[in-house]
């Protein structure tokens, strides 16, 4: 085979490959651009979908994803990745869409619930037998407890632990003339100054604390505790339930804007849909999610022990309320700057 | 060399591919950097590149990075030295291996260096009897840089020492000069201008470096956050405008330095008498 | 000269057998020993610590894991952003080489610097800068959009990250070996009445063939295994727009170590071969005569 002959061929090979990768997607997909920690749960909720979708239209559809930091995907969505649905761990990271013109602003309101299909909380893992005797949020901020913690500026999961402190706070202090605010400033300030690493995402904080074997505690979402407690030995974790947590609600939307353009409005709005219904519900229990829907929680009880929460808007009076904590030289700047010098 | 009549044909034609091909792939992109941090006023410009915790930035990145590219200068040139003038078991295999950063992907070595130096791991375990952290430490951030930095003042300073002329080292054995003298004073100048070269290029590799830093870093606010940590995060933030600045602050103080680098090898080569 | 024609065995011999290049044992031993332990704890040892950690649940898990589908989509988009960066930046650098090596200009050493630029700038910026140009809010994003081209969070936007990463690779390989040739045999050639491409074909590229390979080897390494650029704009969609080490990150994040190692362990593999390939083409650059190959390989 000459040279010229033998390149033709790998050409030709290449283009082969090429092609075949865009022909495997003839059949309608959908993508679901959705935030790190969910990856478990859509490895099981897209293949059930697509059963249901089967058997009610006949038509086949399969479910694409995409995983990350929730704000870095909802960025990658705002700068054109074509996602038909986003499924996040914050409202604002489907605000910034809304701002970017990729779906239209009452989001909330096209499906219950918030447009939000579950809930989780914040929760402890700590190392098993509990050696540093840790209870509750007060615990957290103690000399000589470290504790890991995702980077708040950029880990949905680390700006629910920073909310969740800073309200337990809130809540504690609450007979204070400003409502609390010096004493919440005061206590984040104390727990962050006890974080040894901040990691850029849950999972990453997840591997510091149980593969790396740094920090006294783990602040995580529930869910997350129970899979590793479950994945990675549940002899070697417990988890603790604080006196009061917050309450993390996913909130879920078409991107009204590719739907329309690729046609898919219908099957993306089946897919959110079928979150909500009781199928979907029950895929999201088995995964420690806390189900919006009363008969599932209810089956599912003993696995969610019932604790006192807070929202975002009880605490906090809204997520437009929050970003003063996490703009650019904002509190929580200027807290972890003073922590550390 | 004077202005020769060119003989040689091509000279439009490869010129033009060069030019065209620099331009789209790496200037026009580069200058959006630049565009897009003009969004901001030159006071709102200022105050996001000089708030403490991206000064905090620029000092680890540039000062790890240096510390970095100093600690390969010295061991790799001790590296390069034992290539090429011992004859030792396994030397093949070193040699061999030295390209090894190049070649993993940043990712994978961030892994495996967090893995190895926490305090559960291979090497880490060892050095916590001796109360030292490595991962999730500044110490982290140097130990992954010093692996991306190695091959670059190994594979600069080699061919030099394979090149060089063992007439001047037989002079100074006749003059009864001792090695280490003879190293000091006829063999180091000769390398330096490699060194510096290979100093350089690690040190620019450095200040740039992400994808391993960022697993054994641990990335705490004023301590242990690499700049492009902090453009990754305005990124995230979406403050684009931000984070391009940062950006731009970046590519200037590398610029800047590696200019210095530059010029101080020039001069040395000079000195030397060996303009490469 | 002298020095490439007395490479046989091991160059080294003509250092240790005089006495005027010769150390004393205990200088020699203590330089190889700090010199070894340098290299094992910063080099050999993540190498080992990828294959342990990727076989830590067997040989079936490995093998499982790396034929899985997501794995396999991974390593194909690899070889495609490969495929395609590789001989883009070889054409570029043999151009490059040619204009900086065989002519004088102005603004030659500024030509060089700006071609070094992608290798200092943080890979980060290389994502970041695309995403600029061609994001929905970009330059040229709201035409594209229009069109319907997707560049970023696509294949493209992956391939045009690793053509910026690798820019400089075989041009930086090829200008001093070029350089170094000086022109004097091309002249002749198109004196003696040869046309321009059958110089390059019949003079320049048997001379320059090995640091070409050389060039492309170190380019094509550092193209599979580029991972903070591509991961800006890669979108992460599984079975998709992951290259493998993303789908390295991926697994990681899953908490599927062993199978996160075992695609990272074939990327280390590729970095062994490549290393393997390379120790070749200098042995073959350092026989004696490369000339006289020349009809036995052509």
Redesign the interface.
């Known amino acids: 085979m000459s040279a010229r002959q033998y390149w033709g061929r790998a050409l030709a090979a290449?283009l082969f490959?090429?092609g075949a990768?865009m022909g495997a997607r003839a059949q309608t997909s959908l993508?679901n651009v959705s935030y790190?920690v969910s990856?478990?749960l859509y490895k099981d909720i897209n293949p059930a979908f697509a059963a249901r979708w089967k058997a009610e239209s006949g038509e086949e559809v399969s479910v694409?994803?995409?995983?990350?930091?929730s704000?870095?995907?909802a960025?990658?969505v705002?700068?054109?990745?074509?996602a038909d649905v986003v499924t996040m761990n914050q409202a604002p990271d489907i605000d910034?869409l809304v701002e970017?013109g990729a779906l239209a602003a009452d989001w909330r309101r096209r499906f219950p619930h918030g447009a939000s299909p579950y809930t989780t909380i914040s929760v402890f893992l700590v190392r098993k037998g509990n050696p540093k005797g840790i209870k509750d949020w007060d615990d957290l901020a103690r000399a000589g407890v470290r504790v890991i913690v995702p980077?708040p500026?950029?880990s949905g999961n680390g700006r629910y632990t920073y909310l969740a402190a800073w309200g337990y706070a809130l809540g504690k202090n609450a007979q204070e003339k400003d409502g609390g605010a010096a004493a919440a400033r005061e206590f984040v300030r104390g727990l962050f100054a006890n974080?040894?690493?901040?990691?850029?995402?849950g999972?990453?904080a997840?591997?510091?604390f149980t593969?790396?074997?740094?920090g006294d505690a783990l602040v995580t979402f529930e869910n997350e505790a129970i899979l590793?407690a479950r994945?990675?030995g549940g002899d070697r974790f417990d988890i603790v339930y604080p006196s009061v947590s917050i309450e993390a609600s996913a909130p879920v939307a078409v991107v009204d804007k590719v739907a329309a353009r690729r046609g898919t409005q219908r099957q993306a709005r089946a897919y959110l849909d079928f979150l909500f219904a009781p199928e979907g519900q029950e895929i999201i229990a088995r995964h420690s999610f806390r189900p919006r829907d009363e008969g599932v929680l209810a089956r599912n009880a003993s696995r969610f022990p019932a604790i006192r929460t807070f929202t975002v808007e009880q605490a906090f009076g809204g997520w437009d309320k929050v970003r003063e904590h996490?703009a650019?030289?904002g509190i929580y700047?200027q807290i972890?700057?003073a922590a550390?010098? | 060399m004077s202005k020769t009549t060119r003989v040689l044909p091509g000279f439009g034609l490869s010129l033009g591919v060069t030019l065209t091909w620099l331009s789209l792939i790496v200037l026009l992109p580069l200058s959006s950097v630049f565009l897009k941090a003009s969004d901001l006023s030159l006071a709102e410009f200022w105050k996001?590149v000089s708030?403490?915790?991206v000064m905090a930035s620029y000092k680890l990145s540039f000062g790890m990075s240096l510390a970095a590219a100093a600690i390969n200068a010295v061991f790799g040139m001790i590296l390069a030295w034992c290539l090429v003038r011992y004859r030792f078991f396994g030397k093949r295999l070193v040699d061999a291996l030295i390209d090894l950063p190049f070649a993993l992907p940043t990712a994978v070595a961030g892994i495996a260096l967090?893995?190895l130096y926490?305090?559960?791991?291979w090497v880490g375990q060892y050095l916590a009897l001796f109360d030292i952290q490595v991962?999730?430490k500044p110490l982290g951030v140097l130990v992954a840089l010093v692996f991306i930095g190695l091959p670059f003042v190994v594979r600069t300073v080699q061919p030099v020492l394979e090149d060089l002329d063992i007439e001047h080292e037989e002079a100074a054995a006749s003059l009864g000069v001792g090695r280490w003298r003879t190293f000091r004073h006829v063999i180091l100048p000769v390398l330096l201008p490699a060194l510096l070269t290979g100093f350089t290029l690690a040190f620019a590799r450095a200040v740039g470096e992400y994808g391993s830093v960022?697993?054994i870093a641990?990335?705490?606010?004023?301590?242990s956050e690499i700049v492009p940590l902090m453009i990754?995060?305005?990124?995230?933030?979406?403050?684009y405008p931000?984070a391009t600045a940062v950006a731009e602050v970046m590519l200037l103080i590398s610029f800047a330095l590696l200019f210095l680098i530059n010029g101080l090898q020039a001069w040395t080569a000079r000195r030397t008498g060996r303009d490469r | 000269m002298a020095a490439i024609l007395q490479r046989g065995a091991d160059p080294a011999a003509r250092f240790e057998t005089r006495a005027a290049t010769r150390e004393a044992p205990w200088v020699k031993w203590t330089l190889i020993a700090v010199a070894l332990l340098f290299f094992a704890l910063f080099l050999l040892m993540p190498l080992i610590a990828v294959f342990i950690e990727a076989l830590r649940k067997g040989w079936e898990a490995y093998f499982a894991a790396l034929t899985e589908p997501d794995a396999l989509?991974s390593v194909?988009?690899t070889?495609?952003a490969a495929?395609i960066a590789v001989p883009l930046n070889l054409v570029f650098g043999v151009a490059a080489a040619w204009a900086i090596a065989k002519f004088e200009f102005r603004g030659k050493h500024f030509l060089i610097t700006l071609i070094d630029l992608p290798f200092s700038v943080s890979p980060v910026i290389a994502g970041l800068i695309y995403?600029l140009m061609?994001?929905?809010?970009?330059w040229f994003?709201p035409w594209l959009?229009a069109h319907g081209v997707?560049i970023?969070?696509a294949?493209p936007g992956i391939v045009l990250a690793t053509v910026f990463v690798t820019f400089p690779f075989v041009a930086r390989e090829l200008i001093p070996l070029m350089q170094a040739q000086g022109r004097e045999e091309e002249e002749a050639a198109i004196v003696l009445g040869a046309s321009g491409w059958r110089v390059f074909w019949h003079v320049t590229l048997p001379n320059i063939r090995w640091g070409l390979l050389y060039g492309v080897i170190l380019c094509n390494a550092r193209a599979m295994g580029e991972f903070g650029a591509v991961s800006v704009v890669s979108?992460?969609?599984?079975?998709?727009t992951n290259t493998m080490p993303l789908h390295v990150e991926?697994l990681?994040?899953?908490?599927q170590?062993a199978a996160a190692f075992a695609v990272a362990s074939l990327l280390a593999l590729l970095a062994l071969v490549t290393l393997g390939i390379k120790v070749w083409v200098e042995r073959r650059v350092s026989r004696p005569s490369p000339r006289a190959q020349d009809g036995a390989t052509s």
Request: net charge positive.
């Open positions: 290449a490959v090429l990768s993508l790190d990856r478990e694409r994803q995409s995983h990350g930091g704000s870095k995907q960025l990658a705002a700068a054109g990745l074509e910034l970017r980077n500026k950029v974080v040894p690493v901040l990691d850029g995402g999972r990453g997840t591997t510091t593969q790396r074997d740094t590793i994945e990675l996490f650019d030289g700047d972890v700057s550390k010098r | 996001v708030a403490p915790r967090t893995a926490a305090k559960n791991g991962a999730f960022i697993f641990g990335n705490i606010p004023m301590v990754i995060t305005k990124l995230e933030q979406y403050d931000g | 989509a194909r988009l070889l495609i495929g995403v061609f994001g929905a809010f970009g994003g959009d997707k970023v969070f294949v979108g992460h969609i599984r079975g998709e991926i990681y994040n899953e908490y170590f």
